[in-house]
């Protein structure tokens, strides 16, 4: 196409050429000396009209021969730049539409090696030849009594994986679709927790080309929501729980909320184009009471459940066999995500709940970089541990430290989550800000920072007082984060809708 537009340029730039020609001839019979002149200017339009041509034809055959050249050099993905790796996440993970949108940013994308565009193009063409020849001519029918769909948050997923638990402890068939958090990696592995309890059998893990019927299907992340998967099984439910397992701001101050993370209206839309009809409910009493009093407004006209979802927690399967042996030393442990939310924002009140003196240790489990810059490096008796891939890592953790304390941001509700739950079930005394006391109730002491050095080296130093508080704790988790109360409180038990001769 663009080489015959070039050519029909050339043609009537050359008539033009020979128009100018024949206007000089009868100059020839007149005067010699003007017929050399007029063959001058002839020359000279000759060259302004084709000169920029020819030149066009050059850069055309250049580019041509370049782009023959990339349709020779397809490079591997995994050497390519990032953005194109991204893409095949994304086709992968269930966002085809968006992928499409990123090759068309990536292939208007001049910064970028033509090679490497044309690369990624036959490679997401190949992609698509190969999707459509694997494709089942009809889906795969699954029946299930309860479906989790489950986001990207180690928190979230945590949480997620003791319930699945629970209700394949009590016989329910389990569906499990992992639903990728888009903006942050669009096809990540499924969480290990919850990938561990995938048997194939009484938890069965759902592909995106399904089409499911359950009593329950139950969203554990509202953030993955915001951007829901377009390739996704139909799943056709009796009844849909979302829950709201963090706020949809990160901070609410005096000012009023900060930082959006997710927006109510829309995970509300995008659930009823999916999954229809659906009831909300808080992660828990914190988010609870977030939710009513500053997005009253948003829930005015949505189902929000009286009672919030809750966590689950077994005693049984964290309960340590003993303390800590006491060395005189007294360790103070945290098991947080890396961010700044989860710590005090300023160094007076980080220092206090953490204290840098003798004869306290701190044990973060985790990563400490956000504590580290509000403190400008880290106190010599901080020591900092990575992350097991498993329950088992942590719980070593808890055997290795005397209380937790959990101090977060003054403005960040919400942000201690599962980690206190465990470190109770495991018989660990946790230190907490009075302001957790609706979520954790007897389970946990409350103080002011600067009470947090008298209160644990008084827990850590009298083994009665250790025992008694450890009992308080597991009373009450017994009483609100069992699998019994779960039960009690939360519609699993609608899983009587699916025959169990459906079940497959």
Not at 60 to 66: H, M, P, T, W
Not at 90 to 118: C, H, K, W
Not at 146 to 156: A, R, S
Not at 383 to 396: I, S
């Amino acid at each position: 196409m663009k080489a015959a537009a070039i050519a029909r340029r050339v043609d009537r730039r050359t008539a033009v050429a020979f128009a100018a020609a024949a206007a000089t001839l009868p100059l020839l019979v007149l005067d010699p000396l003007y017929a050399a002149l007029a063959a001058g200017l002839v020359l000279t339009v000759l060259i302004g009209l084709n000169w920029g041509t020819v030149l066009r034809i050059r850069l055309l055959r250049r580019d041509i021969a370049a782009k023959r050249t990339a349709a020779e050099r397809v490079r591997p993905l995994d050497d390519a730049d990032p953005r194109l790796r991204r893409i095949f996440e994304a086709l992968n993970g269930g966002f085809p539409q968006s992928a499409m949108r990123e090759v068309r940013a990536v292939s208007r994308n001049t910064r970028i090696p033509i090679g490497d565009r044309y690369a990624v193009l036959q490679a997401v063409a190949a992609w698509q030849a190969e999707h459509e020849k694997s494709r089942r001519p009809e889906p795969e029918r699954s029946a299930f009594d309860v479906v989790f769909i489950v986001g990207g948050e180690p928190g979230g997923a945590a949480a997620s994986a003791a319930q699945i638990a629970v209700c394949r402890d009590l016989g329910l068939s389990v569906g499990v679709l992992h639903h990728p958090v888009y903006r942050t990696h669009p096809n990540p592995p499924p969480p290990r927790r919850v990938q561990a309890l995938i048997d194939g059998e009484s938890v069965r893990r759902i592909g995106l080309d399904d089409e499911v019927r359950c009593a329950l299907a139950v969203v554990r992340s509202p953030l993955a929501l915001m951007h829901p998967l377009e390739r996704r099984p139909r799943i056709a439910a009796g009844r849909t729980a979302v829950v709201a397992d963090r706020t949809p701001f990160k901070r609410y101050g005096e000012a009023g909320p900060r930082d959006q993370v997710w927006s109510v209206e829309t995970v509300d839309r995008h659930v009823t184009d999916w999954l229809g009809e659906h009831t909300w409910y808080a992660g828990g009493p914190l988010v609870q009471a977030v939710l009513r009093e500053h997005h009253a407004e948003a829930f005015a006209d949505l189902d929000l459940a009286a009672e919030p979802w809750g966590e689950v927690v077994e005693v049984d399967q964290w309960r340590l066999d003993g303390r800590r042996v006491p060395d005189g030393s007294v360790r103070i442990g945290r098991a947080a995500a890396d961010h700044g939310l989860k710590w005090p924002e300023e160094r007076e009140l980080l220092l206090a709940s953490y204290p840098d003196r003798e004869p306290f240790e701190i044990h973060v489990l985790g990563g400490a970089e956000a504590p580290a810059q509000v403190l400008g490096g880290l106190p010599g008796n901080w020591t900092v541990h990575l992350p097991a891939p498993d329950a088992l890592g942590t719980r070593e953790f808890l055997a290795a430290i005397d209380v937790m304390v959990c101090f977060t941001e003054a403005d960040a509700l919400g942000a201690c989550d599962r980690a206190p739950l465990e470190a109770m079930a495991a018989g660990v005394p946790v230190i907490m800000d009075r302001r957790f006391e609706p979520a954790f109730g007897p389970a946990a002491v409350y103080c002011e920072p600067e009470e947090v050095a008298a209160v644990a080296e008084r827990l850590a130093g009298d083994p009665a007082a250790y025992a008694a508080q450890q009992a308080v704790a597991w009373a009450h988790l017994a009483d609100r984060f069992s699998a019994k109360a779960l039960m009690d409180r939360l519609p699993l038990a609608a899983a009587a809708g699916v025959p169990s001769g459906e079940r497959r």
